[in-house]
């Protein structure tokens, strides 16, 4: 099946720093991408899906300026988590939407100190 | 608005036996695609079965077969022989068309004991 590869699989960061987090689909296009939030033994919360050339559109709830989402290409999404904070401490998961499917990442393991 | 709903947060099963884990939706769409997700330790998602709405026939892949009624919103998800593999947190989700988000329920957590 398509592979997604999310980098880093887990990322420490002070207080007040960005983070970014990366999404790639290995092969295949993906003109849409998303990104989710997950909560210690919860579901997936969407955040945001990101589109190839134009704007994200985030969820009711999800501040755009600190979660920062850019699509450059067919192939890599990135989200930039903005001046972090204990809070944001969280896994992050992306997926690519494939011709019949979503394919997802590893996720990302983010931990604000 | 689309909803899953997973009515069992937890389920236990042992190994070689069959489990059934529940899943209703609610879409006033026609067109709509559902699907079983398992998410291990690892917490890669892994797809393990997807149903077309348009389908009457059941999906079924090896072990995993589910159950889809369509007029009442149910997609239960069978797993037949357990193995100790299959320990994980299920996700049920629904997706309108092909293109837009999925929609999560909130997992059942499945324990396979020897």
């Known amino acids: 099946g398509a592979v997604v590869s999310q980098h880093p699989s887990r990322v420490i960061c002070k207080s007040g720093t960005s983070v970014k987090i990366e999404c790639r689909s290995l092969?295949?296009?993906?003109?849409?991408m998303f990104w989710y939030r997950q909560f210690p033994k919860q579901s997936l919360m969407l955040m945001a899906t990101?589109?190839?050339?134009?704007?994200?559109?985030?969820e009711q709830g999800v501040e755009k300026d600190k979660f920062l989402i850019n699509h450059a290409s067919l192939t890599l999404s990135t989200l930039t988590v903005t001046s972090a904070h204990p809070e944001d401490s969280s896994f992050y998961i992306c997926?690519?939407?494939?011709?019949?499917?979503?394919?997802f990442g590893q996720g990302t393991r983010l931990t604000v100190v | 608005a689309q909803t899953v709903t997973q009515s069992q947060p937890e389920m236990s099963v042992q190994e070689a036996e069959t489990v059934t884990l529940s899943c209703t939706y609610d879409?006033?769409?026609?067109?709509?695609?559902l699907f079983w997700y398992k998410q291990p330790p690892s917490r890669q998602m892994i797809l393990v079965i997807r149903?077309?709405?348009?389908?009457?026939q059941n999906a079924t892949e090896n072990r995993f077969s589910v159950n889809f009624q369509k007029a009442a919103k149910s997609f239960s998800l069978k797993i037949s022989d357990s193995q100790l593999g299959d320990a994980a947190m299920y996700f049920c989700?629904?997706?309108?068309?092909?293109?837009?988000?999925?929609?999560f329920g909130t997992g059942t957590r499945l324990q396979v004991t020897l």
């Open positions: 997926s690519a939407r494939g011709t019949t499917e979503a394919f």
């Open positions: 092969d295949f296009q993906a003109t849409t």
């Open positions: 990101s589109n190839e050339g134009s704007k994200a559109t985030y």
């Open positions: 879409t006033s769409e026609s067109d709509y695609y």
């Open positions: 149903q077309e709405a348009y389908k009457q």
């Open positions: 989700a629904q997706q309108t068309g092909t293109a837009s988000k999925l929609t």
